[in-house]
């Protein structure tokens, strides 16, 4: 998380353009969290 | 819609959540106690009336600025699972009950840190509730479309915000033991979170779909503004800089903030909750981020040129639309996230006021002198009051200082302030070395940063134009550690963190700590091992005597319980219930007893009121504790050790039993062996006595006696014969030639000597075949005896005309022989000793008769050597018996 979030990375999407008709930026950041939900639900699940 | 009627409207969702606490509490269901739902839900207290307005006026006027406040906590969230968990353990079995008592309990137990502690909070929060309620007041006359009154006692708001503090007031002190869990409170709490959601949710899809034609409606026509892609973007390194700052500041306050940590610690009720949390409060923060954007640029779209506040597009667009149904659900939802966060704010802030400073600083003498129901009812009372009175202060704070500035500024000063806490709570968990004064001078030191850097500018200005005079000095002087680049607030943080990060660390490293402190930084940092035995690890030498520390305890407690108490501790340490002089163990135990209603530091001072505790040094108690580390080590070696000897004497004991069985077995087998043999030989020496004495005897009978002397000496030698085969079948001496054979061919043989006999007897000899196949796996010889002593037995016990049988089949992998014979039946208490040595029948007509007695026996033993087992049953008319051999 602390990767996905940092600058360095987060700063790799800092662009204009779009993805799937959405700024770049907002896309990765949901992405990431949406994701990291995901592996969270994933790991406690397995561990139960 | 008229004030009248929205007041209504509150009263009557006050109600409800009057109602549902209520209902949590005297229900205790399964359902509400075991939710982990429940437990997350009330996390999502941090989304306050900032999420619910000021953050779309962040997403309107700067872009993605208003991310970081949910993304920093998204990125500490999943540490939770550890850090967390061990916070509740160590506040669980301390009765923590608040975020001062946890960091002054970790550095000695110090009551002028827990005082402190109390007061960053208060300064930190305070301005917050009046957010709050600057919300509630404000979107209450946005609609109303009242002015705000300037005269407090006529402003319909005002009235709200008391019905608010009486409800917090009445349902946040229902418990003298801080440390209680409020089932109530939570689960109005939780209701409320997900009534804030469901509302914004309902906001966003009218404002999406009916206001607009779907969410890329909105993003179309919004990217028509100029400023549209900047602020999509990040404004170059410097704002994802700025960006990145932001996400600390949140994080940190996601764990330190005083209503986090008690929703997250206090009210944990399962450790196991926390693990739904981690996956459950993101995606709930990412359902309400997710709409605030749509809702910003709406609002941007329909208010272009208008000068109307953002941060009230979540009120102002379903109003613009005359929507009154979705404006007073908005409302609603606003006023959840507000009143949610006052209550828990004011609840958590008055223990700490009261366990923290009101009692430790003024009222231990006072409660010293009083029984257990007036101290019960002051502490409550002092509670009561100063929730009030806390809610009442906040409303005087934003009616005097935060009228103009917004939402969104007010809230992060109270973020860097609290986050001035960060490195003692941190190192609490994970640093031994860290020091109370370590601690202090950082902290103080962040403290002073923070309010020149951020409280005189923020409220100076609401009074005055500009600095002046000494003021506008000392500004300048410090302007050389102006960070360009970094927004005031991101800069005060990083100043304040380093700073504060800076003095805890090199002064807990160089001076010498507290043995007090130190024992603590064991316990916190050691907690997975100190867990069961916690009370073990508190190291006090000196005097104390249990009446007198009995005589404090019934003073809070009662008599009632504080006996309940004593035994449960004496039950647990083993401890005679006359002993007089109290150890470390009660003294601790006390402690927390009193920690919950009156705070860890006045437990401290009124137990060190009786007792007489003697210095030592840090040394000693480090040693203490290595011993006591050490110990339980060797304690579980021990253990470890006496279970192996107990297993090892256990077997000991096995062995023993199966030799004297064994003995015995022996000692019977040569009875029975004497008693076997000496009946052939008395039969012969009797006939031959008679052949020796008489002459006269005729030739025919003279005959008969020597067939007589050669049958039982041929019988003698079948016995000892049998005898010794038997012994070597039991020691292995005869190896089986184990061979693949046709068992129908085997049994042939077996039967074919036979035959006579059982013609000369008129039997009746038949086989049933049901095997597929003939081929199995044995040694033939060994089976042909097998068989012949089955059939011989058979034989025996068959009168004239009856039936032999025998069946073949097979079954689960094994071959099944029955050999079924009509005849007398065996005694059921006999069926499993035919089988033994020489086993004879207490009947002893019925079964005397010619053989050794060991046919069976060496049976068995044939058919143990081939991994099979062998059994008799009576069945109908006779006698079965079955043979069961494992195919291989």
Do not use: M
């Given at each position: 998380m602390m990767v996905a979030f940092s600058i360095p990375v987060s700063l790799l999407f800092n662009s204009e353009q779009e993805v799937l008709g959405y700024p770049m930026l907002l896309v990765y950041l949901f992405a990431v969290w949406m994701i990291s939900i995901i592996i969270a639900l994933v790991i406690v699940k397995k561990y139960e | 819609m008229s004030s009248f009627a929205l007041f209504s409207v509150v009263l009557l969702y006050l109600a409800l959540l009057f109602f549902v606490a209520y209902m949590a509490e005297k229900k205790k269901s399964k359902l509400w106690i075991n939710n982990p739902y429940i437990y997350a839900l009330s996390?999502?207290?941090?989304?306050?009336a900032w999420t619910y307005y000021g953050s779309i006026g962040v997403a309107a006027t700067?872009?993605?600025?208003?991310?970081p406040i949910y993304i920093g906590p998204i990125i500490v969230i999943p540490s939770w699972i550890y850090i967390n968990t061990r916070i509740v353990r160590i506040s669980r079995i301390n009765k923590i009950s608040s975020l001062a008592d946890f960091i002054s309990l970790r550095y000695g137990n110090s009551r002028s840190l827990s005082a402190i502690i109390t007061l960053v909070c208060l300064f930190a929060i305070i301005p917050y509730i009046g957010l709050q309620i600057k919300a509630i007041s404000e979107t209450f006359h946005l609609v109303t479309e009242t002015p705000v009154s300037k005269n407090i006692l006529t402003d319909s708001a005002t009235f709200v915000v008391l019905l608010i503090a009486v409800f917090s007031s009445y349902y946040g002190?229902?418990?003298?033991?801080?440390?209680?869990?409020?089932l109530g409170i939570i689960s109005a709490i939780a209701l409320e979170s997900f009534l804030k959601l469901f509302f914004i949710i309902i906001l966003g899809l009218f404002v999406i779909?009916?206001?607009?034609?779907?969410f890329s409606d909105i993003y179309h026509k919004a990217s028509?503004?100029?400023?549209f892609k900047a602020k999509n973007t990040f404004n170059g390194i410097e704002g994802a800089l700025n960006w990145m700052v932001l996400c600390m500041i949140s994080g940190t306050a996601i764990c330190l903030l005083p209503r986090q940590f008690h929703t997250a610690?206090?009210?944990?009720?399962?450790?196991?909750h926390i693990k739904t949390a981690i996956w459950f409060f993101p995606l709930y923060l990412l359902i309400f981020t997710l709409f605030i954007f749509p809702i910003a640029w709406a609002g941007r779209l329909i208010f272009?040129?208008?000068?109307?506040?953002?941060?009230?597009y979540s009120i102002l667009i379903p109003q613009h639309f005359d929507n009154t149904v979705i404006t007073v659900l908005v409302f609603l939802g606003g006023l959840s996230s507000s009143i949610s966060m006052i209550i828990i704010s004011a609840i958590t802030l008055s223990i700490m006021l009261s366990n923290n400073m009101i009692i430790p600083y003024g009222l231990l003498g006072k409660f010293k002198a009083e029984d257990e129901t007036q101290n019960t009812r002051n502490i409550t009372r002092i509670r009561k009051f100063s929730i009030f009175g806390l809610i009442i202060m906040a409303f005087a704070f934003y009616k005097y200082f935060?009228?103009?500035?917004s939402l969104d500024s007010v809230g992060l000063i109270s973020f860097v302030i609290i986050a001035q806490l960060a490195p003692a709570y941190f190192g609490a968990i994970f640093?031994?070395?860290?020091?109370y004064k370590g601690v202090l001078v950082g902290l103080l030191a962040g403290l002073v940063i923070c309010y020149f850097g951020l409280i005189i500018p923020q409220y100076y200005f609401s009074y005055n134009q500009e600095f002046k005079g000494i003021l506008r000095e000392m500004y300048d002087a410090f302007?050389?550690?102006?960070?360009?680049?970094?927004g005031r607030i991101p800069q005060i943080f990083f100043w304040s963190m380093l700073v504060n990060t800076g003095l805890f660390a090199g002064i807990s490293v160089s001076m010498k700590g507290n043995y007090r402190e130190r024992n603590f930084a064991e316990l916190y940092v050691d907690i997975d091992k100190y867990?069961?035995?916690?009370?073990?690890?508190f190291i006090w030498r000196g005097t104390a005597y249990v009446s007198d520390i009995k005589n404090i305890l019934e003073r809070f407690l009662g008599k009632k319980k504080t006996e309940q108490a004593l035994r449960i501790f004496n039950l647990k340490y083993n401890?005679?219930?006359?002993?007089?002089t109290a150890d470390s163990r009660f003294i601790k135990f006390s402690e927390n007893l009193l920690a919950g209603r009156i705070g860890t530091a006045s437990a401290k001072i009124l137990i060190e009121g009786v007792t007489k505790e003697d210095k030592i040094s840090l040394k000693e108690v480090l040693n203490i504790l290595e011993e006591s580390k050490e110990n339980i080590i060797l304690n579980k070696k021990l253990t470890e050790q006496s279970q192996e000897l107990k297993k090892l004497s256990d077997d000991l004991t096995n062995a023993n039993q199966s030799l004297i069985v064994k003995d015995r077995q022996k000692d019977d087998f040569l009875d029975s062996v004497a008693h076997e043999l000496r009946t052939p030989i008395t039969a012969i020496r009797s006939a031959g006595e008679i052949l020796a004495d008489d002459d006269d005897i005729p030739l025919e009978i003279k005959k008969e006696f020597l067939n007589n002397i050669i049958t039982e000496s041929d019988r003698l030698s079948e016995i000892i014969n049998d005898i010794l085969y038997l012994d070597k079948l039991e020691h292995g001496e005869i190896a089986l030639h184990i061979k693949e054979n046709n068992i129908l061919e085997t049994y042939k043989k077996a039967l074919n000597p036979l035959l006579h006999l059982i013609q000369q007897k008129n039997i009746h000899i038949s086989e049933v075949n049901l095997l597929n196949h003939f081929i199995f796996e044995y040694d033939e010889s060994r089976m042909i005896q097998l068989f012949q002593n089955i059939l011989g037995n058979a034989l025996k016990f068959t009168d004239e005309q009856g039936t032999i049988q025998t069946k073949f089949f097979s079954r689960d992998k094994e071959l099944i022989i029955t050999v079924f014979n009509t005849g007398k039946h065996i005694p059921e208490e006999d069926l499993k000793m035919i089988?033994?040595?020489f086993y004879q029948s207490k009947n002893q007509n019925i079964l005397?008769?010619?053989?050794?007695?060991l046919g069976l026996a060496i049976c068995r033993k044939i058919i143990q050597n081939h991994g099979g087992t062998i059994y008799a049953e009576n069945s109908g008319l006779g006698v079965t018996f079955t043979i069961r051999l494992p195919e291989r």
């Open positions: - | 996390l999502a207290v941090y989304c306050t700067s872009g993605l600025n208003y991310l002190t229902r418990y003298v033991d801080a440390s209680e869990k409020r779909y009916f206001v607009f034609d779907g028509r503004f100029n400023d610690i206090i009210e944990n009720r399962q450790e196991k272009n040129g208008q000068q109307v506040n953002p941060e009230f935060i009228l103009k500035t640093w031994r070395r860290g020091s302007s050389f550690f102006n960070i360009p680049y970094l867990i069961q035995n916690h009370e073990n690890a401890i005679d219930s006359e002993t007089e089988f033994d040595k005397k008769q010619a053989g050794s007695g």
